[in-house]
Every structure is written in C-alpha cells, then in structure tokens.
Nanobody
Framework: QVQLVESGGGLVQPGGSLRLSCAAS????????MGWYRQAPGKERELVAR???????NYADSVKGRFTVSRDNARNTVYLQMNSLKPEDTAIYYC??????????WGQGTQVAVSS
C-alpha cells in the first residue's frame, strides 16, 4: 500500500524559510511525477511544484524563484524548499504521487502559516 507522509510545516514569519518533506513508502520511480499542492481556506487546491520522473520541474507562477522542488531517490523522498515566504503562501500543503495505473495518491497534508 502506498503511503505519503509529509512533514516540515509550521509557523514562520514573512521572509522566512521552510523545507517540506514527503516520504513515500514505495520507490518514487513507480510514479510519473511527484508534486506539491496547496489549499488555502476558501480556495481550491492548486499545484505549487512538480518534479517528473525524468527530473524536469515546473512551478506555479506565484512561487517561481522562491520555491524549489527536489528529490532523494535513495530515500524515496521529495522536498519543497520554500524561501522568501509570504502571508499568501499560508495553506495546507499536500504531497501527491502520480501513479500511471490508477491516478494520484495523496498525503495527509501539512500546515504552513506565514504571519508576523
């Protein structure tokens, strides 16, 4: 059974940094891509960053230049380094794994709050 476990969320001041981790219970090479999504109160879930099996990445325009997605294949873990955080980055962040045979798996989410 596939499990995705996020960690690293918390409360940070504007301009600060956080690193989120997503540990998979299986090899991440099983998936077409791994991604980070977020959902703020009253808003729809949106893609933040994505890393494909070949290593290519893409980002939401709102986070380009501030966030970096990466992975550690040996640890089956994907990371999201978030720098220069803004209050509008406040949301629950979810890890997702795109399984070509059945669609995405989701983690339970980790809360990120950016406030002074």
């Amino acid at each position: 059974q596939v499990q995705l476990v996020e960690s690293g969320g918390g409360l940070v001041q504007p301009g600060g940094s956080l690193r989120l981790s997503c540990a998979a219970s299986v090899s991440i090479f099983r998936f077409n891509a791994m991604g980070w999504y977020r959902q703020a109160p009253g808003k729809e879930r949106e893609l933040v960053a994505r890393i494909a099996i070949g290593g290519s990445t893409n980002y939401a325009d709102s986070v380009k230049g501030r966030f970096t997605v990466s992975r550690d294949n040996a640890r089956n873990t994907v990371y999201l380094q978030m720098n220069s955080l803004k209050p509008e980055d406040t949301a629950i962040y979810y890890c997702a794994a795109d399984d070509p045979s059945r669609g995405p798996y989701w983690g339970q989410g980790t809360q990120v709050a950016v406030s002074s």
